[in-house]
């Protein structure tokens, strides 16, 4: 399968910034002379190319797990992530129609939307002769509606828009829903299930059609008190998921860290993920945007270190304590813990040697040694990594060292450059020269694991919760490439233990405020968050897009609570 090669389109379309109308201008020939295949790929190419960029840590990332009881970004030693308090504003609920980062996702995918629209329009006439160009106008249809559907997660609308050259209809509610749910649905027909990885397939959209009826309730009414989980919408939720389940082309990784390998791309979990590989020029800011400015994931590289950045809340820690009792959660759960950094008795390792460990970071950090400076790291005589407490050259004192703390908050005390545990999920990339670039591991949006758990949610709606049980059980019990601390089987099954699951099995995949909202969990309280205001649940619409589309009267109304 011909790779996409995203760099394509900066030299073949020209977008306008009027995002809020998804105006466009299209500079390229037209494309009814011929099917050249090239041309194809190059037309597809940007309604893929933003993926990436919109999965950035200061992005979806940002609204999706910062906002919640999982990650807190406090400004580290009062100096560190401070960017006038827009990451206390996402966990504290107090964001706005100016905050940076909302605006930001605003204009990524009102651009992906737009993409995808002219992707469809210049394919959709080489679709009669070209079975490529026919496959390439469902992708497009099919992330014009992911896309849609994100918005309307994020901010409660979704853009109508069949042509580049009209006004897009704005939709809410049910009619944004059954849009989505049909655009999908189109797609359907001429989509493959064997076309690589980082493109649509005919179960990856299955499975977002799955995520679209496990959320329609919440789409539908998003200010709801209570939401009415609808029975037609959970048995579209189990007859999608057992569509996936039971196609034989996904499997559940034996070892939960190898779904965020840096070899992940044909890993048989994965359903719909981001191509990250090299020529695609990935990030690696999944993994550097929480570890420490003195941890280094290759010892090959001397500026490849991290950021300081978030740490997981001391009460999403403790779900993971509360659930295991007395054993650490280390020793009890897989996906909490993987030792991959093996430190011999002579402390020292060849290159090849020095492997990050992954999980869930506590305590003192044990890591490259070198003298601050990013010039070198210190070896043996024999030319060997030396390998000991990593030395905390932020801070002033002598010999300070990175030691991580459960405790982590606003405060002056609570913002240090230790406090926090921190997470490395996927694996540091072994090309990244400074850390953030050169992203090696495909970015997962949905996996089978999530499948079950969808299954397991909808039976339970349905009050299967038998049917549940197995299910979530099917996913523990799945991780087995290290037995003892492949998860045991729970016994019961709530909704809240359920979220729970959730929890452990999805933490930093960008799933955290989409499941916290749909379980009635969003208006409560956790570390430095109090606000119980149910408009929170939508994100304001950006000034700047109001603005734009003020020539229009009453075409962008501001979100409830944002006026």
Not at 7 to 20: E, G, K, N, Q
Not at 88 to 95: D, G, S, V
Not at 212 to 221: F, I, K, S
Not at 319 to 344: H, K
């Amino acid at each position: 399968m011909k790779k996409l090669y995203f760099t394509l389109f900066t030299a073949l379309l020209l977008f306008s910034t009027a995002c809020s109308e998804l105006n466009e201008i299209v500079l390229d020939e037209s494309l009814t002379g011929g099917a050249d295949s090239t041309i194809v790929e190059s037309t597809i190419s940007p309604a893929y190319a933003l993926l990436p960029d919109l999965f950035l840590h200061t992005k979806y990332f940002a609204l999706q797990e910062i906002t919640t009881d999982e990650a807190i970004l406090p400004y580290r030693g009062g100096k560190d992530w401070g960017d006038n308090g827009i990451y206390i504003a996402l966990h504290q609920h107090t964001y706005t129609p100016v905050h940076s980062n909302v605006k930001q996702v605003w204009d990524n995918l009102t651009k992906m939307i737009a993409y995808s629209v002219i992707a469809i329009n210049e394919l959709s006439p080489l679709a009669s002769s070209s079975e490529e160009a026919k496959v390439f106008v469902a992708e497009a249809r099919g992330l014009k509606a992911y896309y849609n559907m994100l918005m309307l997660d994020l901010w409660g609308l979704a853009f109508k828009k069949e042509s580049p050259d009209a006004k897009s209809e704005i939709l809410r509610g049910e009619a944004a829903v059954a849009y989505i749910q049909s655009e999908f649905e189109t797609a359907l027909k001429d989509l493959r299930t064997n076309v690589g990885p980082g493109r649509l397939t005919k179960y990856g959209a299955y499975a977002l059609l799955t995520r679209l009826h496990l959320n329609a309730a919440v789409y539908r009414d998003p200010y709801a008190t209570n939401f009415t989980f609808k029975a037609a919408d959970m048995d579209k939720v189990i007859e999608y998921t057992d569509l996936i389940i039971n196609s034989g082309q996904y499997e559940l990784a034996r070892e939960y860290f190898s779904i965020f390998d840096n070899d992940n791309h044909t890993n048989k979990e994965l359903i719909f993920a981001i191509d990250q590989r090299q020529e695609l020029n990935g990030h690696n800011r999944m993994s550097y945007f929480s570890m420490s400015g003195n941890f280094y994931g290759n010892a090959l590289v001397q500026k490849g270190n991290g950021t300081d950045g978030p740490g997981i809340t001391p009460d999403f820690y403790d779900a993971w304590v509360e659930a295991n009792g007395a054993t650490d959660p280390a020793a009890a759960d897989c996906r909490f813990w993987w030792e991959r950094l093996i430190i011999p008795s002579d402390s020292a390792v060849t290159a090849d040697q020095y492997e990050p460990n992954r999980g869930i970071y506590r305590g003192m950090q044990y890591g490259l040694q070198n003298t601050g400076s990013q010039t070198a790291f210190l070896k043996t005589a024999d030319g060997r990594f030396k390998i000991g407490k990593i030395r905390d050259w932020r801070q002033a004192e002598a010999n300070a060292v990175v030691n991580y703390t459960r405790e982590i908050n606003f405060t002056a005390a609570g913002s240090g450059y230790n406090t926090g545990y921190r997470v490395l999920k996927y694996q540091w990339s072994k090309s990244s020269t400074d850390g953030r670039n050169k992203g090696e591991a495909d970015l997962v949006i949905v996996r089978l694991a999530d499948i079950y758990l969808m299954r397991a949610e909808a039976k339970l709606r349905k009050g299967n919760t038998a049917g549940a049980l197995a299910d979530v059980n099917r996913v523990r019990s799945s991780r087995t490439a290290r037995p003892t601390v492949t998860p045991q089987p729970l016994t019961a099954l709530t909704t809240n233990i359920l979220f729970r699951e959730r929890g452990f099995e999805f933490y930093w995949e960008h799933q955290r405020r989409t499941d916290m909202i749909r379980f009635e969990k969003y208006e409560g309280s956790w570390t430095e968050k109090t606000n119980s205001d149910r408009t929170k649940r939508l994100f304001p619409i950006p000034q700047t897009a109001i603005d734009g589309a003020s020539k229009t009267e009453g075409y962008l109304i501001q979100n409830t609570g944002y006026n």
